[in-house]
């Protein structure tokens, strides 16, 4: 598995474990609680659809380490 979604109570999680591609994206995602391969979004607006896109893109063709 490289990309995943989690559904909490209080945020919305996505797990991107290709650690190239999120630290690729880092700067775009400014304001969220990052962590070393997770993105916790507390509301929906808050989701960059175009960051998202991608980094689901960049994670199909990239073969880098998975965190």
Same mark, same amino acid.
């Given at each position: 598995?490289?990309?995943?979604?989690? $559904?909490?109570? &209080?945020?919305?999680?996505?797990?991107?474990?290709?650690?190239?591609?999120? $630290?690729?994206?880092? $700067?775009?995602?400014? +304001?969220?609680?990052? +962590?070393? +391969?997770?993105?916790? &979004?507390?509301?929906?607006?808050?989701?960059?659809?175009?960051?998202?896109?991608?980094?689901?893109?960049?994670?199909?063709?990239?073969?880098?380490?998975?965190?």
């Amino acid at each position: 598995m490289e990309v995943g979604f989690a $559904d909490q109570k &209080h945020y919305l999680s996505l797990y991107v474990l290709r650690t190239a591609v999120l $630290d690729a994206h880092r $700067d775009r995602l400014a +304001g969220l609680n990052l +962590g070393k +391969g997770c993105i916790h &979004h507390r509301r929906v607006d808050q989701i960059a659809l175009d960051v998202v896109r991608s980094m689901l893109r960049e994670t199909a063709s990239h073969t880098g380490e998975i965190c």
